[in-house]
């Protein structure tokens, strides 16, 4: 059984900054990708940040050049460093691991942006 434990959000004012973290426990795979995704009420999820096992990274176009996706496969952590937040950045936001034959998701944290 994989699970994921996420922390870091909450309420900051516009232009400030977070850093979620996501950290997966159980029988975890070697090959894995992670992504984050986010879903505000009464709006669809929207994946914002990917990153896969070779590196690759992938982001929103709504996110770009303020949010950057990170890994420590050590610790099997991944981040969500926000930057520059907006009003409109406020969701609950979700860590996803996908493994070669599984796929997990966190329970979600909240993020908060407003003055």
């Known amino acids: 059984q994989v699970q994921l434990e996420e922390s870091g959000g909450g309420l900051v004012q516009p232009g400030g900054s977070l850093r979620l973290s996501c950290t997966t426990s159980g029988s975890i795979d070697t090959v894995y990708a992670m992504y984050w995704y986010r879903q505000a009420p009464g709006k669809e999820r929207e994946q914002v940040a990917a990153s896969t096992s070779g590196g690759i990274i992938d982001y929103a176009d709504s996110v770009k050049g303020r949010f950057t996706i990170s890994r420590d496969n050590a610790k099997n952590t991944v981040y969500l460093q926000m930057n520059s937040l907006k009003p409109e950045d406020t969701a609950v936001y979700y860590c996803?691991?996908?493994?070669?034959?599984?796929?997990?998701w966190g329970q979600g944290t909240q993020v908060t942006v407003s003055s």
């Open positions: 996803r691991h996908l493994g070669r034959d599984y796929d997990a």
